[in-house]
């Protein structure tokens, strides 16, 4: 399998680029086209990987070094049969050695009560800061997208009485991919990360994986800057996601109580530096991000619970619900008195679906297979490998038209992104060129419409009159000449007879393609409310359809079957079902709507995931990210932990030589992050049994303290080391090259009694795959030690190790590691 440079993905530092041609090293030794190829699997096959050695990243928050740069490769080769060795796990797993256990003895009562009172404290600031960001990403999108489409407008009616609208169209085109442009460029060039809607990165966060960056301030900066960019620049896409993104990175930020990227350190919040408690805020600024986006608070807990968090616990939940609960009251607060209605809370959320009426909009038994219907053309789903045009249509006609055309086309187009518009400038002129064409299309469907509609009052911001009589306006343009929300909102409530059928399917058909396109673009995005927009539009042309058709019992309103049609393609392409069921409820304000939509999701769920996965988990693979599923493989019950783990394991004696443990760290070859400790057993010293486990990290403060036994022998002055010491050097721990180790100090010895983990998870080497995996999943590990009858190590599993394993076409079968 041929190397994919950094830049492409999502941590998109720009590394070492290697030379055209090169062969990316894998752990298994082989290389070329045939490593790409994943191995099927039979127990017997699986024995003989004993020997194996592990390799991962020093540290994932390290900027790269830059060595003397080469000319870039025109073409990557890149397939999603691949395991990345870049990405590394986080420790959720608290390690429980001497300094910990002290510190927890000394906390009494009343300490534990302070830091439950902060964890609220923290949400609440979380809830806060969320709603404020959403406010300010609103409000500036109204105000440029709102000037931005005056003169547009302006110019459109002007040229439309002189002639000449081929100076509008330019001026759109124009206006759009410069918006877009400064989006692209510091997306690009400044924190690539921040691409997309972040809901990915997330996803991998709380499952386990550390995706350099994600969390940073920086990124924050540039995803709140580029999404305002992408919506004003009148791109496919949406505002909403990038919010739970957002939330992410804010709540990783205050539960920290410091800023690394501006070395400010407020003193505050110590205790919560460590991944474990990071990971839950994570948790709550993600809920609090679906909360602030569609005013859904219940949905955003929900979604935390069904996309992200291992495992939950009560309380956790009500931390998450309040910060939920602050950020929506805090957006509606605001937006509510930025909008003059200082008294009426009537902005929840960046969307507003409006109240849908029960007794005007009320839905039928028969109609429910209709919904069910719906939601089986609206099931998306992503390609698992490169498909043919026969496997295309077969899946077409099986798994949804407009899903399987979606997921495929986006697909081949990440695929192509990956291995030609790996360069930051060609990423730019890709971001600019869909802006303008965005804008040429919408100028030719509006030119080309014949739909006039009346005027009612102030129902349209921006109504464009073209070639329409006084009085009445382009109905093509009220779909295309806004903001997709406010599109969205006029689709669901707009009366019966304001679209014209063609004007529906044009525009479904145009806007499904430029979505596709969009989704993926170096810019700051989501692919929510596209997906909405698209769904809104085709379940209203079903609805206008069924009414021709229908007998006396049914007489829909379009405006009930856009709701169904919104779901159904949202819920096809995200596969989510409880929390999406709920932020529907939530964002519609009828509960009525509760049972149809949650048909409308399970059927879209269960049609796409019959035959393919869905668009986020697709992403996922294709950057080769070891993550975690629930449950493990079907067929995984036949192998043992002897067959899956790393081996041999790199292990260090309870008191070992500072010389020793300095060659380990720097060892290019074997960049493991733990180390098992173990001591020879009484009675037989050529049997070293398991002590305990330390990390990397662990090691390097060590070292950074000259923590020697012969310096507190010599009864040198020396503090005592504490838990504080960590936690201030978490979560950018020095690279070993950075200590000065002497050769003197070499000869030392090093005690690490006290600071390794003396109680590690361990199972025995017998233990089957699914129980191995089950444990790991369940406990967010890091390091699973392998031991067996005696307690000597015999391995080690970590993620990778797991993640390898997923089930093929043809049984399970092994993905090979790469070093991209």
Not at 242 to 264: C, D
Not at 354 to 362: A, I, K, L, T, V
Not at 441 to 451: E, H, K, L, R
Not at 462 to 485: I, K, R, V
């Amino acid at each position: 399998m041929a190397n994919v440079a950094k830049m492409v993905s999502w941590s998109g530092r720009e590394g070492e680029p290697d030379g055209q041609g090169e062969t990316t090293p894998l752990l298994n030794g082989t290389g070329g086209a045939a490593a790409a190829v994943p191995r099927q699997l039979t127990p017997s096959s699986s024995s003989l990987r004993l020997g194996r050695m592990s390799n991962v990243d020093l540290d994932d928050d390290q900027e790269p070094e830059m060595d003397v740069p080469r000319a870039l490769p025109n073409e990557i080769p890149h397939s999603e049969k691949l395991l990345s060795l870049k990405y590394e796990s986080l420790d959720y797993d608290n390690c429980e050695n001497q300094l910990f256990l002290e510190e927890e003895k000394r906390n009494n009562h009343t300490a534990f009560r302070t830091v439950e009172i902060q964890r609220w404290v923290i949400c609440a600031m979380i809830g806060i800061l969320t709603g404020l960001v959403a406010c300010f990403i609103d409000i500036v999108v109204e105000f440029f997208a709102g000037l931005k489409y005056k003169v547009v407008k302006g110019n459109i009616d002007k040229f439309t009485e002189t002639g000449g609208l081929s100076f509008s169209l330019l001026l759109w085109a124009t206006l759009n991919a410069s918006i877009v442009m400064v989006g692209s460029i510091i997306v690009a060039f400044v924190e690539p990360v921040a691409a997309g809607s972040g809901i990915p990165q997330i996803k991998c966060y709380l499952n386990g994986v550390k995706i350099p960056h994600v969390v940073r301030l920086k990124t924050l900066v540039v995803k709140v800057c580029g999404v305002i960019f992408s919506v004003v620049g009148g791109l496919a896409v949406g505002k909403e996601g990038p919010m739970i993104h957002s939330g992410a990175v804010i709540a990783a930020g205050i539960s920290q109580g410091r800023s690394t990227s501006l070395k400010r350190d407020f003193k505050i919040f110590e205790y919560f530096r460590r991944d474990t408690e990071k990971r839950d805020f994570v948790s709550a600024g993600a809920a609090a991000g679906v909360s602030a986006a569609f005013g859904a608070p219940v949905g955003g807990v929900l979604f935390s619970l069904e996309e992200g968090a291992s495992f939950w616990n009560q309380f956790l939940t009500w931390r998450i619900f309040f910060a939920s609960m602050i950020s929506t009251f805090t957006l509606n607060s605001i937006l509510s008195f930025y909008k003059g209605n200082r008294g009426d809370l009537s902005s929840p959320g960046l969307i507003n679906f409006g109240r849908f009426d029960s007794e005007n909009m009320g839905y039928t038994f028969q109609e429910i297979p209709i919904f069910i219907f719906m939601g089986v053309v609206g099931a998306q789903g992503g390609i698992r490998s490169s498909p043919s045009p026969h496997l295309i249509l077969t899946k077409t006609l099986r798994g949804g038209i407009l899903g399987a055309i979606f997921n495929a086309l986006n697909y081949w187009l990440t695929m192509f992104r990956i291995r030609y518009i790996h360069r930051p400038c060609l990423q730019v002129i890709e971001a600019m060129l869909v802006g303008a064409v965005t804008a040429a299309v919408a100028f030719v469907m509006i030119y080309s419409s014949a739909d006039c509609q009346p005027l009612q009052g102030k129902s349209m911001a921006y109504s464009l009159q073209l070639f329409c009589p006084d009085g009445e306006y382009n109905s093509m343009a009220a779909a295309f000449f806004n903001t997709p929300e406010k599109s969205v909102v006029r689709l669901f409530h707009d009366p019966p007879g304001t679209y014209d059928p063609m004007t529906l399917g044009m525009f479904t058909l145009m806007y499904f393609f430029l979505a596709c396109w969009t989704y993926g673009l170096t810019v700051s995005a989501g692919v929510f409310i596209p997906s909405l927009l698209i769904g809104a539009a085709w379940g209203r042309l079903f609805g206008i359809s069924i009414s021709y058709v229908g007998s006396g019992y049914i007489w829909p309103d379009p405006g009930k079957y856009a709701l169904m049609g919104a779901a159904a393609q949202l819920g096809g392409i995200v596969r989510m079902t409880l929390s999406l069921t709920v932020i529907m409820m939530e964002a519609t304000g009828n509960v009525t709507y509760g049972f149809p939509i949650m048909l409308v999701l399970m059927t879209a769920k269960i049609v796409g995931d019959y035959f393919v996965e869905g668009l986020y988990d697709m992403h996922i693979q294709l950057q080769s990210v070891p993550f975690l599923n629930w449950e493990a493989p079907v067929t995984s019950h036949s192998f043992t932990a002897r067959e899956v783990m790393s081996t041999p394991v790199t292990c260090l004696r309870r008191i070992e030589k500072v010389g020793t443990i300095v060659d380990t760290l720097s060892d290019a070859s074997s960049n493991h992050n733990g180390f098992p400790v173990v001591e020879s057993i009484p009675g037989n010293y050529q049997m070293a049994g398991l002590r305990g486990l330390i990390l990397r990290s662990q090691l390097i403060v060590l070292l950074k303290h000259k923590v020697f036994v012969e310096r507190a022998n010599l009864s040198l002055v020396q503090r005592r080391l504490k838990l504080k010491d960590f936690r201030d050097a978490y979560p950018r721990f020095p690279p070993i090259q950075s200590i000065h180790v002497s050769q003197d100090e070499r000869e030392c010895m090093m005690d690490l009694t006290e600071f390794m983990n003396a109680s590690p998870y361990t199972v025995p080497q017998e233990a089957t795959l699914t129980r191995v995996y089950k444990l790991f999943r369940a406990l967010g590990l890091r390091h699973l030690v392998v031991v067996d009858n005696h307690n000597q190590v015999v391995g080690l599993v970590t993620r990778k190790d797991l993640a390898r394993y997923r089930l093929g076409k043809e049984g399970l079968e092994e993905l090979p590691l790469a070093q991209t």
